[in-house]
């Protein structure tokens, strides 16, 4: 317990003697994992909104003219049974003429011409949002079609399949630029460790001397590392919540709606970034003494 002790103040005693070269190390590696941060907290609340919106996403069902009730009560517990389906709404051919009506507004004179109502029943489906999938949509609207009674199937193809595009490019974006920069924060960290072992070389001499073994000359560098990972993601998580807090009131401002859809990371997730950063330095103060001959 007495060596740990000794390890630990070591550790933080070293930290302190080179404040300015650790501080340096400890504002960049923040930045890099700001920089992190905030591309996972702008892929979250894009895909947050590209949920809220997918909950009016559905398939419309045009039915044949001329069914019978019975007919399309089978069609209809057909749907109730499908798992990927969450709500079902019937409109009949009134109810359609009634709404075109209202979106035609004073172009109604348009449907003049028609004897009889030309639009015919359907039914709107609600799919959940773990379905949604271009491929996966694709698929469910051609077995609908197959459906006896049923004339066309139609949906937003083109807006899910940019909607898909868009979750995952942000997706792929936030893995690729964060495994960039946390290899580059481990070699910050790596090189810091370095030049601060070949700085300290006296005093790690006449520790030799003195018969001190390998593993307790390196430990306190270890520990430093561990500080100025820790340090760094403590920074970056408050830098984070700052810059949202700020950005968030001003744009609220302009478009107060924007509280309403725009999220902060839940408090399960804060420590992520400290530990995150520590792990990273960590990495890079284990190669960097691995690497060091004495």
Do not use: C
Request: hydrophobic letters at 45%.
């Amino acid at each position: 317990m007495n060596t740990l002790t000794y390890l630990f103040q070591t550790a933080v005693k070293n930290f302190w003697s080179e404040k300015w070269m650790n501080l340096l190390t400890v504002l960049t590696i923040a930045v890099g994992l700001l920089i992190i941060s905030a591309f996972a907290l702008i892929t979250l609340n894009i895909d947050l909104t590209l949920k809220n919106w997918s909950s009016g996403f559905g398939l419309v069902v045009y039915l044949k003219d001329n069914m019978t009730a019975e007919e399309e009560g089978l069609i209809k517990n057909h749907f109730k049974k499908d798992t990927d389906i969450t709500a079902v709404n019937y409109i009949t051919k009134e109810q359609a003429l009634k709404e075109l009506r209202q979106t035609l507004g004073s172009a109604t004179h348009l449907l003049e011409g028609f004897e009889s109502n030309p639009l015919p029943s359907s039914f709107e489906l609600k799919i959940k949002r773990e379905s949604l999938t271009p491929a996966g949509i694709k698929e469910k609207a051609e077995r609908l079609k197959q459906l006896p009674g049923v004339e066309d199937v139609q949906y937003g193809e083109k807006w899910l399949a940019s909607m898909d595009s868009l979750s995952k490019g942000m997706k792929v974006m936030t893995v690729s630029f964060g495994g960039i920069i946390l290899i580059a924060l481990a070699f910050v960290t790596y090189s810091t460790i370095k030049i601060l072992f070949y700085r300290r070389a006296d005093e790690i001499d006449t520790m030799k001397l003195l018969g001190a073994s390998r593993s307790f000359i390196r430990l306190p560098f270890l520990i430093e590392g561990l500080f100025i990972g820790l340090s760094s993601g403590i920074i970056a998580l408050l830098a984070l919540f700052g810059i949202y807090a700020v950005t968030t009131a001003r744009t609220a401002e302009l478009i107060p709606s924007i509280k309403s859809f725009t999220v902060f990371f839940p408090p399960a997730a804060y420590p992520v970034l400290p530990l995150g950063g520590a792990l990273m330095s960590l990495i890079g103060s284990l190669f960097a003494i691995g690497r060091i001959k004495y």
